[in-house]
């Protein structure tokens, strides 16, 4: 059988076995006083979820790989309707004008009534598609005044009127396009597959500049897999050639990247005051940075990757990671004090960890064929992984999981 092997393995070797020779490999900074979060209500989906949520009229929205869109009650869990696609949901639901706003799979992107689950117009894109196995999220749309923004497969980024699906514009990219537009000004950001980061006009679709990433020996292409920032005057963005850039949002000159050896950044960034906090793909690492001069305000060490957004909550930075656990963090100092772990985290975690926190000297991540990998990669979804970016509502956190399950958690005091 022909070798397989993820073309990030073999930097991640090598930063694996430097860091535990140097003895920097305590994979979290979990201890004995950890708190856990409570968990309110969980509600049981038919397949993964990827979608992160929003909210409104006291309903949790999201959607499920079992290709429905759902809304929750917010206080107790229980379903208000469902409404089925003709395909997974892994794009976040948005919220405006009484609508909500979801690409599916399918190939369609839904507008519907968000009290009753009942569908009001949809606008067929040239299809939707995974890159690979590592391409687990479609865009989410953005509703800037009276106009809904998204990018599709087809390798296009869309503008339709939003009470009634009609096509205002659409700008064709180089590749596929499942990053969430960002926005400031009449500007549209947004990257692609293709390497670029495409500064739009919103009004218009017209191209006003365009930013490569470097690209890598591994990742040429640099591509641009989930959404950018703008925050303090600046568009910060994550690529596969493993690097952060900030960017100037006028002229899509680069202002300063940093590289993260061996690793993808895919998470779009979050900021707080004078922050911002990412995390990464194949480091296993988690990030707070200054954003006036780049500099490392602290490295957390995870033992596995995080392509959710983070949240800020009294003092604490929330994530989700894959390894199945939603992590409380100091938002001043990385230290994790609280923690929630999933049902199939639960169940799962010694599958793929040993007693230490630590990979079993039996499991490889990407293994060394294509069937491996995807063995390897079947096993750290049933850890309950939460890709998802939580929601916060009301001091509570809400997050979908792998194993299925929607969550509903109380930060700890």
Not at 91 to 103: C, E, I, R
Request: net charge positive; proline share 3%.
């Amino acid at each position: 059988m022909e070798k397989y092997r993820h073309p990030t393995t073999v930097f991640t070797l090598v930063l694996f076995f430097s860091l535990k020779a140097a003895g920097q490999l305590p994979l979290t900074s979990e201890t004995v006083h950890t708190k856990n979060m409570e968990l309110l209500w969980k509600f049981k989906t038919g397949s993964r979820i990827f979608s992160s949520a929003t909210s409104g009229n006291g309903l949790i929205y999201f959607g499920s790989d079992d290709d429905r869109i759902y809304a929750l009650d917010e206080k107790s869990g229980k379903q208000a309707w469902s409404y089925l696609t003709g395909g997974p949901v892994n794009s976040s639901p948005a919220l405006a004008h009484g609508k909500l706003f979801v690409l599916s799979n399918d190939g369609f992107f839904y507008a519907l009534d968000a009290k009753k689950g009942k569908m009001i117009w949809r606008f067929k894109t040239g299809g939707e598609k995974k890159k690979d196995m590592w391409d687990y999220y479609l865009s989410d749309p953005v509703i800037i005044n009276n106009n809904v923004y998204f990018g599709s497969s087809d390798s296009c980024i869309y503008s339709l009127q939003s009470s009634t699906g009609k096509l205002i514009w659409k700008y064709k990219t180089g590749g596929q396009v499942h990053a969430k537009p960002a926005f400031t000004n009449d500007t549209l950001f947004a990257g692609s597959f293709d390497g670029y980061l495409y500064s739009l006009n919103a009004g218009t679709g017209k191209l006003l500049w365009k930013f490569r990433s470097v690209g890598d020996a591994y990742f040429p292409n640099g591509e641009f897999q989930k959404g950018a920032l703008y925050y303090q005057k600046i568009l910060w963005a994550g690529s596969r050639d493993y690097n952060i850039y900030a960017i100037n949002p006028k002229t899509g000159r680069g202002l300063w990247n940093m590289k993260e050896g061996g690793s993808w950044v895919i998470a779009t960034p979050f900021a707080y005051d004078k922050y911002i906090y990412f995390g990464t793909s194949d480091s296993h690492a988690f990030y707070c940075i200054n954003v006036t001069t780049g500099g490392i305000k602290w490295k957390l060490r995870l033992n596995m990757r995080v392509y959710g957004s983070a949240v800020f909550y009294d003092g604490q930075i929330y994530f989700g990671c894959f390894n199945g656990k939603l992590y409380g963090a100091d938002a001043l100092t990385g230290e994790i004090n609280q923690a929630f772990q999933s049902e199939g985290s639960r169940q799962n975690y010694l599958t793929v960890y040993d007693s230490t926190g630590e990979f079993r000297k039996d499991f490889s991540v990407y293994g060394t064929t294509e069937e491996e990998s995807k063995s390897a990669e079947n096993k750290i979804m049933s850890l309950g992984s939460m890709g998802a970016t939580p929601l916060l509502q009301n001091g509570i956190l809400y997050i979908g999981s792998t194993d299925g399950y929607f969550y509903a958690v109380a930060p700890g005091k």
